[in-house]
């Protein structure tokens, strides 16, 4: 019996997964946006103030000195305060740009827990999906293809049930399937090489798609 999965729709698969991930993560992310732009605003008025009443008193203190000797510390001193300003909106800004860069990683790292997550989900309530993912591989491969399992999936935390060993074997006569200890191990042996189908790799790939890698 051969599946009707392919390629194609596992991929799609993979992209739903993270679709659902990200999806739960964004409304985070523009809160925190949103939090992030709110506190800038606030330090921008806050400096304008500063600012005005800085050039109000570098001007009265400049009557007042030109008065005696002149306007020349008055002007300074305005400019000194006005560069100090500067500085600080500006030290502002990349704080905005590092804390937004650091939010955006912290929430690409949950989405892609969320991920792991539905993976884990979809196993257990499907217990044909690892059959399926690999019956794909078996219907290429009519001759000695081999299927390495593991009893138990320490990554999903998920025990593989013996059916699913059942199952492959009833796809083709000639498949040789073995359970082993090594945890996480989801391999295919063919004639034309190994086919490494482990959930570890499976998350490393989603790990590179969302730029995690």
Known sequence: MRSNVTPTELDKSRELILEQALRKSRRIYEEAVKRAED???????????????AEQRGYQDGYVQGLKDGSSRARSDMEEGLREIGELILAISNERREALERQEKDLLKIAFEIAKKIMRQQIQADENSIAQM???????????????????SKTLDVVIDKSVAKKIRNASKNVKVVITQNDDLIMAETECGTIDMSIPVQLKQLQKAIGLD
């Open 134 to 152: 690999l019956e794909e591989v078996i219907s290429e491969h009519e001759t000695g293809v081999k299927i390495y399992l593991p009893e138990y």
């Open 39 to 53: 506190t800038v605003e606030s330090a921008t008025l806050e400096s304008r103030s500063i600012r005005i009443e």
